[in-house]
């Protein structure tokens, strides 16, 4: 069993420990805006080690958008990097949580038709794309069946 290893970030592990510890019926919105957000269970691609990313909740039926923006930053995320490792994560969604397999959607319509629901679900994420330089990768989770 691999160790757990939080978030360097405050508000981020914060989060997920209020998500874990009440099995997902508190902490499961971002700050004041009200959205939803789901935890990504993923595994280091160097360290072998969980990690648990809060992400913002975008569905495509029963599939899970995973939008690798970091605000818009300059860089990745480094959770994009164990998704293209290690494919395979537990998303929870509130008192649910499944096992799924992710794959960046490459392929350009599909990637236009989920970066639409993605900003449907979570507007600043077409401002994100405005001010960064990087075309923000797009996953999607499907369930593990
Ligand atoms: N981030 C998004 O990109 N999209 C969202 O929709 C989103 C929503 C969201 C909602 C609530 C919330 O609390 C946070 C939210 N975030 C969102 C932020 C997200 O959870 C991440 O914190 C953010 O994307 C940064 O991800 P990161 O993987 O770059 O995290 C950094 C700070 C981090 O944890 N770094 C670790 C560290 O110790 O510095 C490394 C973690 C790691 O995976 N290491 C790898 C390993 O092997 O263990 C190796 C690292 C390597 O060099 O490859």
Same mark, same amino acid.
């Given at each position: 069993? +691999?160790? @757990?290893?939080?978030?360097?970030?405050?508000?981020?592990?914060?989060?997920?420990?209020?998500?874990?510890?009440?099995?997902?019926?508190?902490?499961?919105?971002?700050?004041?805006?009200?959205?939803?957000?789901?935890?990504?269970?993923?595994?280091?691609? &160097?360290?072998?080690?969980?990690? &648990?990313?809060?992400?913002?909740?975008?569905?495509?039926?029963? *599939? @899970?958008?995973?939008? %690798? +923006?970091?605000?818009? %930053?300059? &860089?990745?995320?480094?959770?994009?990097?164990?998704?293209?490792? *290690?494919?395979?994560?537990?998303?929870?969604?509130?008192? *649910?949580? @499944?096992?799924? &397999?992710?794959?960046?959607?490459?392929? +350009?319509?599909?990637?236009?038709?989920?970066?639409?629901? %993605?900003?449907?679900?979570?507007?600043?994420?077409?401002? @994100?794309q405005e001010k960064?330089?990087?075309?923000?990768?797009?996953?999607? %989770?499907?369930?593990?069946?």
């Open positions: 069993m +691999s160790e @757990y290893i939080p978030s360097p970030r405050d508000w981020v592990r914060e989060q997920v420990e209020l998500y874990e510890s009440s099995s997902g019926t508190e902490g499961t919105t971002l700050r004041e805006t009200g959205l939803p957000v789901i935890v990504v269970t993923n595994i280091g691609n &160097k360290t072998g080690s969980i990690r &648990k990313t809060p992400l913002m909740k975008a569905v495509d039926g029963p *599939n @899970y958008i995973l939008v %690798a +923006s970091t605000g818009g %930053a300059p &860089k990745h995320p480094v959770w994009y990097f164990n998704l293209k490792a *290690n494919t395979s994560v537990k998303v929870q969604d509130g008192p *649910n949580i @499944y096992d799924m &397999k992710v794959r960046e959607v490459t392929d +350009s319509t599909e990637r236009i038709r989920l970066w639409d629901i %993605a900003v449907d679900a979570f507007p600043p994420y077409q401002e @994100y960064t330089e990087r075309v923000i990768p797009v996953f999607l %989770a499907e369930p593990v069946s």
